[in-house]
């Protein structure tokens, strides 16, 4: 059984700000750092456990991951049945534990 990508709505609205914000000055870096996450989330499908544990969760269990990419995090946790999207920031943010 595959599985399906569920996006929080915080993460999801955070990523087409920051889009929306970059295709102002570059339209092609928009589509870089779109696809760059978005690949990365593809191969999240294909292999949950293949990007490390998230550093910035207490108590994880092991399935919290999170990965870089293009200047931004991105935070998911896999279950049998969906990866959901947790959180996205930019790595020049101050870091959120949660």
């Known amino acids: 059984m ?4 569920v996006w929080n709505k915080r993460p ?3 990523l087409k700000k920051e889009l929306k914000r970059i295709s102002r000055e ?3 870096g928009a589509e870089s750092v ?3 996450i978005l690949s990365n989330l593809d191969k999240a499908l294909d292999e949950p456990e293949r990007y490390p544990s998230d550093k910035y969760k207490k108590n994880n269990d092991g399935t919290y991951r999170a990965f870089e990419t ?3 995090r991105v935070a998911y946790r896999f279950s049998k049945s969906e990866i959901k999207i947790l959180r996205i920031r930019h790595i020049k943010q101050e ?3 949660y």
């Open 2 to 5: 595959a599985l399906k990508l």
């Open 95 to 97: 870091p959120k534990n």
């Open 34 to 36: 779109e696809t760059g």
């Open 26 to 28: 570059s339209f092609q």
């Open 70 to 72: 293009y200047s931004y």
């Open 12 to 14: 999801s609205s955070y």
